[in-house]
């Protein structure tokens, strides 16, 4: 989302890494949102920022791929895995909020 000052909110950084996350939802794929969220994406990674791309279903039921990809993506930028991260995983299904740390309406698993 581009903000009235010119600046794009992201649904997650690392800004000290220069990492961001965007979240891609079946709204996603209307063309006209399709399209925006490319260019903007290529805005994204013009300003300097690695920028990584999920679907919603991809954080819902591939957590594991989620979390390895960003654990990687986050070590290449500089990470020391010191003190681990938190990834919050939105979800509806009961059962997968065993296994994490529940948090607001969706769950938060650490790596």
Do not use: C
């Not at 490319?38 to 013009?46: F, G, H, Q, S, T």
Request: charged fraction near 25%; hydrophobic fraction near 40%.
């Amino acid at each position: 989302m581009k903000g009235r000052d010119g600046r794009y909110y992201l649904d997650v950084a690392w800004d000290e890494f220069g990492v961001a996350v965007e979240i891609h939802g079946i709204p996603h794929q209307r063309i006209q949102r399709w399209d925006a969220d490319m260019l903007r994406a290529n805005e994204i990674v013009i300003g300097g920022r690695r920028l990584i791309a999920f679907s919603s279903y991809a954080i819902r039921r591939e957590q594991q791929l989620v979390a390895d990809q960003l654990h990687r993506l986050l070590t290449s930028a500089g990470w020391d895995g010191s003190g681990g991260f938190w990834v919050i995983l939105a979800t509806q299904n009961p059962q997968d909020r065993s296994a994490h740390e529940p948090s607001g309406d969706g769950i938060r698993s650490k790596y």
